[in-house]
C-alpha cells in the first residue's frame, strides 16, 4: 500500500522523501561515479507513492487529451536527474563513444544548457553507456513518473501553485499564464523573450529539489502516446506497442506559452524528432 502524497503537507513530503533515501541507505541529493571518472548527472529521491495525474476542464489551459483524471500508484522509490542532462554530461558519452552529431544542426552554446536535438534512439544509446560506466539502470521516466515528480505532492496546474510568470519558469513570456487566463487584450512581457533554453538550475526547484520541471526544454519521456488516460493502467505503464511512432513529451519549453509548462500538459511527439526546445532527464532505478 503506496501513500497518497497529495493529501500530504510540505513537511510530511520531506520528510517523506527523507525516508525513502534511507531506505535505500543514500542521500536524498546525489550521483554515481563512473568507472572512467566522466561527470554523471545529479540526482534526487523520489518517494513512492499515489497521485491524481492529468487534469480537467476546470484547469486553464486544460486539453483533452489530459483527461480523464486518474489515480496512478508508483510502488517503488526511484531517483530522477535533478536537471535536464546538459551538453557537458553528453560530450561525456561523445568523447567515450564517438558519437558525432551533424555537423549543420544547432547545438548548446553552453556546457550548462541542456542537450537538445538528440533523437531517442541516441538517447538510448547514452542511458546505455551511463549503465554500464556506473553499474546501476538508466532510463527515461515513463509520463506518469515524470508527472508524480513534478507535482511533488500538489495538485495544482504548477508545482508552485495556481500561477506562474516568466521569473519562475522559462516559457515564451509573450504568452503568459495569468494574464490569458484573465483575458487581459493587453499587457507587457515581464520578461524579454529568448529563443533558446537557459543553463539548468537558474530558477527554484520544486519541493523535492527538481530544476527546470516547469519550461526550459521540453522532456521526453517512455510512453507511448495515446489520446488521453482513458485506458492508463494502475501502475501508469503502457505495454510497448511497434506500430505507435508518437511518445509523449512532458514540461513545455522556451518555445511554448506558460499553458504548455503546467505539470498535466503533454505533447506528442515522433519517436525519430528532434528539436532544438526538446530534451531529456534521467530516471535512474534504485537498489532495494
Known amino acids: 500500500m503506496v501513500t497518497d502524497v497529495q493529501r500530504m503537507d510540505q513537511a510530511d513530503l520531506l520528510d517523506l522523501q527523507q525516508q525513502a533515501a534511507r531506505k535505500v541507505g543514500g542521500s536524498v541529493g546525489f550521483r554515481d561515479e563512473a568507472r572512467s571518472g566522466v561527470p554523471t548527472p545529479e540526482l534526487q529521491v523520489i518517494p513512492a507513492g499515489e497521485f491524481e495525474m492529468g487534469s480537467d476542464a476546470s484547469e486553464y489551459g486544460h486539453q483533452p487529451h489530459e483527461a480523464p483524471r486518474r489515480f496512478v500508484a508508483l510502488e517503488r522509490p526511484f531517483a530522477l536527474g535533478r536537471y535536464q542532462v546538459t551538453r557537458e554530461e553528453w560530450e561525456a558519452f561523445q568523447a567515450a563513444t564517438g558519437w558525432e552529431p551533424w555537423e549543420w544542426l544547432v547545438w548548446p552554446s553552453t556546457p550548462r544548457m541542456p542537450?537538445?536535438?538528440?533523437k531517442p534512439d541516441s538517447i538510448q544509446q547514452y542511458l546505455d553507456w551511463l549503465s554500464e560506466e556506473t553499474g546501476k539502470r538508466y532510463r527515461l521516466?515513463?509520463?506518469?513518473?515524470?508527472?508524480?515528480a513534478c507535482?511533488?505532492?500538489?495538485?495544482?496546474?504548477f508545482a508552485f501553485g495556481e500561477v506562474v510568470?516568466?521569473?519562475?519558469?522559462?516559457?515564451n513570456s509573450l504568452f503568459p499564464y495569468e494574464e490569458r487566463r484573465q483575458r487581459r487584450r493587453w499587457y507587457i512581457p515581464a520578461c524579454f523573450p529568448l529563443s533558446r533554453p537557459l543553463d539548468v538550475g537558474n530558477f527554484q526547484p520544486n519541493l523535492w529539489g527538481l530544476y527546470d520541471m516547469h519550461g526550459n526544454v521540453q522532456e521526453f519521456t517512455s510512453t507511448p502516446w495515446h489520446d488521453g488516460h482513458q485506458s492508463l493502467p494502475r501502475d501508469g505503464v503502457y505495454r510497448r506497442?511497434?506500430?505507435n511512432e508518437w511518445v509523449v513529451t512532458k514540461g513545455g519549453s522556451w518555445f511554448d506559452a506558460a499553458v504548455n509548462t503546467r505539470s498535466a500538459a503533454r505533447r506528442r511527439r515522433n519517436i525519430d524528432e528532434m528539436d532544438t526546445?526538446?530534451?531529456?532527464?534521467?530516471?535512474?532505478?534504485?537498489d532495494d
Do not use: K, M, Q, S
Open 141 to 148: 521516466p515513463t509520463e506518469a513518473e515524470w508527472e508524480y
Open 241 to 243: 506497442d511497434p506500430e
Open 115 to 118: 542537450i537538445f536535438n538528440i
Open 277 to 286: 526546445n526538446l530534451g531529456f532527464r534521467v530516471l535512474r532505478e534504485l
Open 165 to 171: 510568470g516568466c521569473r519562475d519558469v522559462h516559457f
Open 151 to 157: 507535482r511533488a505532492g500538489t495538485r495544482t496546474p
